[in-house]
């Protein structure tokens, strides 16, 4: 079992920053891969990004590359994702999501645990 705990959402004007955590606890975190992904109201769960067990490798949604950063620290037991230049399209609930592989995968169904989300809000 894997738990995962999202921190750091709030209110953000277009174009400021915030940065978000996921805390694990269970298994060895520097044996699988974390994600994250986000949902809008009325919309479906979308990819945003994902890092591989050792965050040698990277993968981002086209809609937010170059202005988010998916990274993590395997003493800590966290993931970040740094959110840079926001907008407000990328207002949503963002949930963090641990694969129990150790490399990347974009597709919401690979993932095995699931954080609670936290609320991203970005004001025009």
């Known amino acids: 079992q894997v738990q995962l705990v999202e921190s750091g959402g709030g209110l953000v004007q277009a174009g400021g920053s915030l940065r978000l955590s996921c805390a694990a606890s269970?298994?060895?975190?520097?044996?699988?891969?974390m994600g994250w992904f986000r949902q809008a109201p009325g919309k479906e769960r979308d990819f945003v990004a994902a890092?591989?067990?050792?965050?040698?490798?990277?993968s981002y949604a086209d809609s937010v590359k170059g202005r988010f950063t998916i990274s993590r620290d395997n003493v800590k037991n966290t993931v970040y994702l740094q959110m840079n230049s926001l907008k407000p399209e990328d207002t949503a609930v963002y949930y963090c999501?641990?694969?129990?592989?150790?490399?990347?995968?974009?597709?919401?169904?690979?993932?095995?645990?699931w954080g609670q989300g936290t609320q991203v809000t970005v004001s025009s």
């Open positions: 890092i591989s067990w050792s965050g040698g490798s990277t």
């Open positions: 999501a641990a694969d129990m592989s150790p490399l990347i995968t974009i597709a919401t169904y690979e993932y095995d645990y």
């Open positions: 269970g298994r060895t975190f520097s044996s699988y891969a």
